[in-house]
């Protein structure tokens, strides 16, 4: 087990340092000079380049390069090209709305989805298995934004009780901090659910026709206590694949989402740094939801291995 | 049928939660389409500093008026010298800035000698260049000489640019501005508000209103969500598509306005065949400017046939010198040697009115033969290859600053526009300080452009915000960049 760790460890540290050179060679071709940007039109061409001696942005590609990552292993991230504080700073303050509203979506997601998916696989073909498959379809069809417009129209344009988007901090009122993430995270989870629902429904329909349940049926088992003591376990298996990719669609989607409720996360920064070409904030936060994602997936092989123990004894691949 | 008619019941009930107010508000929510990437007025050029800074926390020796016209600010008084060179200025007595340091004329030099560095960010470092010297007669006088005469003085030394800054907390502005206006900053929760308050110490008139929040919304549909789910009170300018529900609503008012921003067709004048008088003039005679304001701008703006904005007292309307006339246009290409028309591209920022504008102005230009084929850039892309690198057939953009006739007159901008007449012009205007004389030739300047036809002139773009009905005091135009915060008050 140890080694198994050991081995998808080293293979995501090397991702991380191949999608840090890949991000920043991206960002670096990109058109666009973030002193022009920050001085408009008016400017004129020595206050630009006065601005852009100040910013750092005159030296090498490669010497900007390695002084970033150089930079990141202790910790510090450099300045905001547009802001002026540290991207660490920034980036830290966002993650109070994005953590939540990404841990909460997920919860939400296998909470909605893996029961709603099991119910439908033990009545397989009757009017509940048709009418939630329906509603899935539904679900994985809706675009998280334009579903989030429909809950604020409902529940905070005409009913009132929650509040159409902002964020208070959760140090200032955290009901009201909870209660600014409940929309979002619902329109957020809903696709999500809708997948998850779909693919649990087909894992465990797969396993119930299993050679081993049916052992277990000759055994004397129940079919309700065969699929759960021995089905529902191996039909984690594709639902845990799913999971893990989810939760990067989770944080692509708190971009969009983010945007759609204003919150102060993650996802709104990058999008504002992308459009401002503070390139310095853009890279940082990329590489922290890489890190998250590939992180995830290191958990979700670990997760892999407790649930199935072939895959401890294999050889790592 | 019961649980609906409960849960009908106590939406009812919150609706009608905080009507009983008795004291009309003083605190306000403003919302904002595009957050400030910093608050320093005086090293950055987005117009969102200024929509929260400017004559609020910030403020220069003279103001800007909402007409547009030179009021006295830090500065009560002035002299101007016979030749124009020399501008005295009497500073009020006993205004502080907000972290309790006084302002007195050391302030001022120092706020000028910094705009005027050589290592200035000053995004309108061009518009100061004229300045010669900066002196501290005594605490509360200062004397400005110039290099030459500049009849905008007084109004470029009232501009968010210009604001005076002290040398305590200059360093800092970016992020704790620190002015003598009557509201200080208090908080900035990056990505979702700012707020301010009012400024106990203020010199001058207290404003009605105790509490501003600047809520950051960039979505267009989020923004009229929060406006009808009340979590904002009003927004200055928000998208002209939105209005219809608004007008519709006796909860909100439809505040609409004029802006200084001239919304053109840009050619490249230095480019063939743009380069060519007659293309130029075909062109304009195949735009239908109350099309184009219909679908880009959903009816609102002026129409207007040079650079000058309509609201001005100088303004004369050439809007006739090339009417819609295809068959004139069709006339002209082929005098010019495109008798079925010619290819070109359009590059587009990112904004509604450019690019929901391009698709009309290139359906109206395939009627004289012009194929354009339109390319959407970011607004980094089009800064790099239209507005620096000159690298464009044309564009759609709104110039929003006040007073920018002169950039014509600089045969390096990016309009490739290189016209000696007009440059003459331009540079007897600068000397030129008597009133009647100015008009005079800022009316020939005008004519000269829409003559020229240097860009296809479409639109003023107008101002057009969304406010509680029960709110007065909000400017209606837009003369400098800016939500001045002062009269704005709650009428119950």
């Known amino acids: 087990m140890i080694r198994f760790a050991l081995t998808k460890f080293l293979g995501l540290a090397a991702t991380l340092l191949v999608a840090a ?31 852009r001696e100040q910013l750092g942005l005159d030296a090498p590609a490669l010497q900007r390069f390695f002084s970033w990552i150089g930079g990141m292993f202790v910790g510090d991230f450099g300045l905001s090209y547009t802001q002026g504080q540290p991207v660490g700073q920034l980036i830290a303050g966002r993650l109070g709305v994005t953590i939540p509203l990404t841990v909460i979506a997920m919860i939400l997601s296998a909470g909605i989805g893996l029961p709603i998916g099991i119910l439908a696989a033990r009545r397989r073909g009757s009017f509940a298995d048709t009418g939630l498959m329906v509603l899935a379809q539904l679900g994985v069809a809706i675009p998280n934004f334009w579903f989030g417009m429909l809950l604020v129209l409902l529940f905070s344009v005409t009913l009132r009780w929650l509040p159409p988007g902002g964020f208070v901090p959760w140090g200032e009122n955290p009901f009201a901090a909870f209660a600014s993430l409940i929309l979002p995270s619902i329109a957020l989870a809903l696709p999500q659910a809708a997948i998850l629902a779909r693919v649990m429904r087909t894992a465990l329909v797969d396993v119930q026709g299993s050679d081993y349940i049916r052992t277990a049926r000759a055994k004397g088992l129940t079919l309700s206590e065969a699929v759960w003591k021995h089905g529902v376990r191996n039909a984690m298996l594709p639902v845990l694949t799913i999971l893990g990719l989810q939760f990067a669609y989770l944080v692509a989607g708190t971009v969009i989402v983010e945007n759609v409720f204003y919150l102060p996360g993650l996802g709104r920064l990058i999008f504002d740094a992308i459009s401002a070409r503070d390139l310095i904030l853009v890279r940082s936060s990329v590489i922290i939801l890489v890190l998250a994602v590939i992180g995830t997936m290191f958990l979700t092989d670990l997760a892999y291995a407790w649930v199935d123990p072939r895959l401890r004894s294999r050889k790592a691949e | 049928m019961a649980l609906r008619t409960a849960v009908a019941a106590f939406a009812l009930a919150l609706s009608f939660v905080g009507i009983a107010d008795a004291a009309p508000r003083t605190d306000l929510r403003i919302g904002l389409v595009l957050e400030p990437p910093a608050l320093d007025p005086t090293a950055g050029a987005a117009a969102a500093i200024d929509e929260v800074v400017y004559q609020n926390v910030f403020e220069g020796l003279t103001r800007i008026d909402e007409t547009g016209a030179v009021q006295p600010a830090l500065a009560s008084s002035w002299d101007v010298s016979a030749d124009g060179l ?82 305590e907390s200059a360093a800092n502005n970016a992020n704790t501005p620190i002015g003598t206006g009557p509201f200080k900053f208090v908080n900035w929760q990056k990505g979702a508000d700012l707020t301010l308050e009012q400024y106990a110490g203020y010199w001058g008139t207290k404003p009605a209103l105790t509490k501003v929040t600047y809520v950051f919304i960039n979505d267009a549909a989020a923004r009229v969500n929060a406006l009808l789910a009340g979590s904002i009170d009003g927004i200055n300018n928000t998208d002209a598509s939105t209005l219809p529900v608004f007008k519709a609503d006796p909860r909100f008012k439809v505040v609409v306005g004029s802006t200084e921003g001239e919304t053109l067709l840009v050619q490249n004048n230095a480019k063939a065949p743009f380069s060519d008088l007659k293309v130029r003039q075909a062109i304009a005679h195949s735009l239908d400017r109350a099309e184009i304001i219909a679908g880009a701008s959903s009816g609102y703006g002026t129409p207007i046939g040079s650079h000058f904005p309509p609201h001005s007292k100088d303004y004369v309307d050439l809007t006739g010198t090339y009417p819609y006339d295809l068959d004139a246009a069709r006339k002209l290409l082929a005098e010019a040697g495109y008798p079925d028309g010619f290819s070109a591209t359009l590059k587009l920022p990112p904004v509604p009115y450019a690019t929901v504008g391009g698709q009309i102005v290139a359906s109206q230009l395939a009627k004289v033969g012009i194929k354009l084929t339109q390319v959407n850039l970011d607004w980094n892309q089009w800064l790099t290859d239209v507005f620096t690198n000159k690298d464009y057939d044309l564009t759609i953009i709104s110039h929003v600053e006040p007073f920018d006739i002169g950039i014509y007159a600089d045969p390096n901008y990016y309009f490739g526009y290189n016209d000696p007449d007009f440059q003459a012009i331009m540079k007897q205007l600068n000397e030129t300080t008597d009133e009647a004389a100015r008009k005079e030739l800022l009316i020939a300047a005008q004519k000269r452009l829409a003559e020229q036809a240097v860009n296809g002139y479409l639109f003023e773009l107008a101002q057009t915000g969304v406010w509680s009905a029960k709110l007065e005091g909000m400017w209606q135009n837009a003369p400098v960049e800016g939500v001045v915060l002062s009269g704005i008050r709650w009428t119950e």
């Open chain 1, 21 to 51: 050179a890949i991000t920043f060679a991206a960002l670096d071709i990109l058109p666009g000079d973030p002193a022009r940007f920050i001085l408009g039109i008016n400017a004129t061409p020595d206050a630009v380049a006065a601005l």
């Open chain 2, 86 to 167: 020399s501008y005295t200025f009497h500073l009020v007595e006993g205004a502080t800035f907000h972290d309790g340091t006084t302002f007195d004329a050391d302030d001022v030099v120092f706020t000028y000698g910094r705009i005027t560095a050589a290592d200035s960010v000053n995004a309108q470092k061009a518009l100061y260049a004229g300045i010669d010297s900066v002196t501290a007669v005594n605490t509360s006088t200062v004397e400005l000489k110039l290099k030459g005469p500049d009849g905008l003085f007084l109004f470029n030394v009232g501009r968010g640019d210009a604001v005076i800054v002290a040398p």
